[in-house]
């Protein structure tokens, strides 16, 4: 098709993890949350049912009301996409020009180059610190850097930048910096007191994952309100459905379900660390809800095809200017000790 732009002919889409058949698989490769949502989803999108003849919502009130009160910032601070992606995407087409530059750490999320790419801008990738931090040059504003993306915690290593960090990253960088914290909730410490003490800071966040509801599609961002006014310009009217705005709204209302959920896959992290290492992996502390790990002799790629050989399935990795490795993320207990069943036989 001779009519399609040449940044998109000349780029490579994204790959999103693979999603075999349910039941197929312990499915370990994707960051889903191994447990179902609040039983008050199920709840809400039956009562939305009767409401769909009519369009919805376009600024999903009910949920950003109920979002507000949990995270205690103002409902006129926060803008709902179709997941998290959907937000990159909107900050993207918002800020970033074609042929400027749009920054990101290496390694990261992968969409970053892609959004970039599509939007006909250069992706300026800035390798991370041996500690995992953003580095001085990702700091330093440059003249054509619009816009900088950084994921907290990472993806694929699940390491964080403590606020400070992120706070001098912001004052000295020069553009606004996007800070993506889809896995945030089973982290540490949060950057959400930023938006207000930095004026180019935005926050990302999901509920893909802690939410249990990465088929629902559906994700926020918290902003200055001014900001949050130009962002709904860009966005689809409809960008959120009725059913998951209702359905989004039950799940954060449910903090005792998420509490709960949050703790026990935590403490499922933990266990397969210390397992991993003792079955000689190298693992990076993750605050994420998944663990990034290779092993001192056995190969990352074979490693991940014996595995799903035998019906697990993980998410190898190859950056090629990095690693190679495995990146596992954390399923319920009875599916990580089959994981760890199988692997004494393989290293
Ligand atoms: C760092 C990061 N940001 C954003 C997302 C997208 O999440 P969502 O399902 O909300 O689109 C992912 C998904 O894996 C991710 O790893």
């Not at 907290?152 to 000295?172: D, I």
């Not at 926020?220 to 998951?244: F, I, W």
Request: proline share 7%; net charge negative; charged share 20%.
């Amino acid at each position: 098709m001779s009519f399609i732009r040449k940044a998109i002919k000349s780029m490579d889409g994204y790959t999103p993890g693979e999603q075999p058949g349910q039941g197929k698989f312990i499915k370990l490769n994707t960051n889903e949350n191994p447990y179902p949502p609040s039983p008050a989803v199920k709840a809400a999108v039956i009562e939305a049912i009767e409401r769909l003849p009519r369009y919805p919502d376009s600024l999903a009130t009910s949920f950003r009301l109920a979002a507000a009160s949990v995270l205690n910032v103002d409902p006129e601070q926060i803008l709902c996409g179709n997941g998290s992606d959907d937000l990159l995407t909107i900050l993207t087409r918002a800020f970033v020009e074609p042929g400027a530059k749009l920054r990101l750490p290496y390694p990261s999320y992968v969409l970053y180059k892609t959004l970039a790419l599509l939007q006909g801008a250069e992706p300026d990738e800035q390798p991370l610190t041996a500690d995992w931090l953003p580095s001085a040059a990702f700091a330093a504003s440059q003249d054509g850097v619009q816009l900088a993306f950084l994921p907290n915690p990472n993806s694929p290593t699940g390491t964080r930048a403590p606020r400070e960090v992120v706070e001098a990253t912001a004052k000295s960088i020069g553009c606004p910096l996007i800070v993506d914290e889809a896995y945030v909730d089973f982290a540490e410490e949060h950057c959400l007191p930023l938006v207000d003490s930095c004026s180019n800071v935005i926050v990302t966040r999901t509920l893909s994952k802690s939410y249990a509801l990465a088929g629902l599609r559906f994700g926020y961002l918290v902003a200055p309100t001014e900001l949050v006014v130009e962002l709904r310009k860009v966005k689809d009217s409809y960008n959120c459905d009725t059913l998951s705005i209702a359905a989004a709204t039950a799940a954060i209302m449910d903090q005792s379900w998420f509490e709960e959920n949050r703790r026990r896959i935590v403490a499922t992290r933990q266990r397969l660390t210390v397992a991993l290492r003792e079955l000689g992996f190298s693992v990076i502390d993750s605050e994420a809800n998944f663990v990034w790990c290779e092993h001192s002799s056995a190969g990352a790629q074979p490693l991940f095809q014996q595995l799903k050989d035998r019906g697990v399935l993980v998410r190898y990795m190859k950056y090629s200017r990095w690693r190679e490795g495995l990146r596992i993320s954390i399923g319920t207990d009875e599916q990580i000790d089959a994981l760890l069943s199988l692997l004494p036989q393989l290293v």
